[in-house]
């Protein structure tokens, strides 16, 4: 069974820009969280998707926004970018459901904003 | 909110040694979900055990254990016999029970390296 993918691996941007990356479940999962990490803050969720509707929600500002397809991949898009967005983006997959389901995470997203 | 504290931000051990990480949280939950995770420099997050706070029963998985105290809310992981592919951050986690548990609460991390 292939694992979780994330696009791109790494991206430079400049402040003020756009950013949409993409996350590709596994076969089945129908969950889809992302994680923003860096060095400072540490780990935090931005949030979750299941069936194309965003069921969790973290504390992060309105310039980050995320969807999901029908096919269960998901996408998360940060706008105007600025240089503490710079950071690791982990998406994590589960197949969802009404229990718990082990998260599978995925390789990340390097984003770097200069 | 739910806190996740780890308050050895690197740790050492030799092969084939044991070696403990230190993990406490806060919440006013009753049910709940404690995680260890691993992620090695490779950077995928791998899950290493899992212990539901309603379970008294320490949760084993071969060389890994963990040592549960629900009343001083704390979640310690032994790793016997460590191995050179041991070496990684680890980090310790907290999901509420209710739902599916998809949201995490992550501690710092603990830097563990394996030596000959």
């Known amino acids: 069974k292939a694992g979780v993918t994330q696009t791109p691996r790494y991206l430079i941007k400049t402040r003020g820009q756009q950013v949409t990356l993409s996350c590709s479940p596994i076969?089945?999962?129908?969950?889809v969280s992302w994680y923003q990490q860096t060095p400072g803050q540490g780990l935090q969720f931005l949030f979750e998707y299941f069936s194309e509707t965003q069921r969790n929600k973290g504390n992060f500002p309105g310039r980050f926004s995320g969807r999901q397809f029908s096919n269960s991949r998901s996408e998360m898009n940060v706008s105007t970018l600025e240089l503490g967005d710079s950071a690791l983006y982990l998406c994590?997959?589960?197949?969802?459901?009404?229990?718990?389901?082990?998260?599978?995470f995925g390789p990340g997203t390097r984003l770097t904003v200069l | 909110a739910q806190t996740v504290t780890q308050s050895q931000p690197e740790m050492s051990v030799q092969e084939a040694e044991t070696v403990t990480l230190s993990c406490t949280y806060d919440t006013s939950e009753n049910n709940y979900y404690l995680f260890w995770y691993k992620q090695p420099p490779s950077r995928q997050m791998i899950l290493v055990i899992r212990q539901e706070a309603y379970k008294q029963q320490n949760a084993t998985e071969n060389r890994f254990s963990v040592n549960f105290q629900k009343a001083a809310k704390s979640f310690s992981l032994k790793i016997s016999d460590s191995q050179l592919g041991d070496t990684a951050m680890y980090f310790c986690a907290f999901a509420s029970f209710t739902g599916t548990a998809s949201k995490l609460t992550f501690g710092t991390g603990t830097r563990l390296q394996v030596t000959l």
């Open positions: 994590a997959t589960s197949a969802g459901g009404a229990s718990w389901n082990e998260q599978f």
């Open positions: 076969s089945g999962h129908r969950s």
